[in-house]
């Protein structure tokens, strides 16, 4: 399975990450979605299933269509998503006491902006953290990011990265 993740977009998915996030099979977006379910549109006019959840600047519709946090099973691996995450280190409250409960193998959040894609031993069997950046252009960041990577036999293969300046 191909998959493609963005956070962090506030309104805005240019041509230049459609086209990259193209081949994925399913989008995850780590919330932060910004303009409204209309924006929501957009994405899935990509024609792949999009999972997600929703950020602290996102409104009442995305919240609605969107949970805090997304956990399920992908190609052997377990998957957690949230938005506020933190950083290997330096969890979020909230995210400490969802890794613990989740215990994923891969665990994606936004909100800082700052692209970074660690292993974290934190806990007894480790998990692959990821944060795709920011794909929208609000914050200080110098580059537009997002991720694309493969799924199989429960690991993460052909990882890219996607940049695009400001």
């Given at each position: 399975m191909y998959v493609g993740v963005?956070?962090?977009?506030?309104?805005?998915?240019?041509?230049?990450?459609?086209?990259?996030?193209?081949?994925?099979?399913?989008?995850?977006?780590?919330?932060?979605?910004?303009?409204?379910?209309?924006?929501?549109?957009?994405?899935?006019?990509?024609?792949?299933?999009?999972?997600?959840?929703?950020?602290?600047?996102?409104?009442?519709?995305?919240?609605?269509?969107?949970?805090?946090?997304?956990?399920?099973?992908?190609?052997?691996?377990?998957?957690?998503?949230?938005?506020?995450?933190?950083?290997p280190g330096h969890y979020y409250?909230?995210?400490?006491?969802?890794?613990?409960?989740?215990?994923?193998?891969?665990?994606?959040?936004?909100?800082?902006?700052?692209?970074?894609?660690?292993?974290?031993?934190?806990?007894?069997?480790?998990?692959?953290?990821?944060?795709?950046?920011?794909?929208?252009?609000?914050?200080?960041?110098?580059?537009r990011t997002a991720l694309r990577?493969?799924?199989?036999?429960?690991?993460?293969?052909?990882?890219?990265?996607?940049?695009?300046?400001?």
């Amino acid at each position: 399975m191909y998959v493609g993740v963005i956070s962090d977009t506030h309104g805005v998915f240019s041509k230049e990450f459609a086209d990259f996030l193209s081949p994925a099979d399913v989008i995850w977006h780590a919330g932060d979605w910004g303009g409204g379910l209309g924006f929501v549109q957009q994405v899935r006019e990509l024609g792949k299933p999009v999972v997600g959840v929703y950020g602290n600047c996102d409104g009442l519709d995305i919240r609605q269509e969107f949970p805090e946090y997304q956990f399920f099973r992908e190609e052997g691996l377990s998957v957690l998503i949230t938005h506020i995450g933190g950083s290997p280190g330096h969890y979020y409250p909230r995210a400490q006491q969802l890794l613990k409960a989740c215990r994923p193998d891969l665990f994606v959040c936004g909100h800082s902006h700052i692209l970074k894609i660690q292993w974290d031993e934190c806990m007894a069997k480790g998990f692959l953290y990821m944060n795709p950046g920011a794909a929208g252009l609000q914050g200080w960041q110098v580059m537009r990011t997002a991720l694309r990577f493969k799924l199989q036999d429960g690991r993460v293969d052909a990882l890219e990265v996607f940049n695009l300046p400001r």
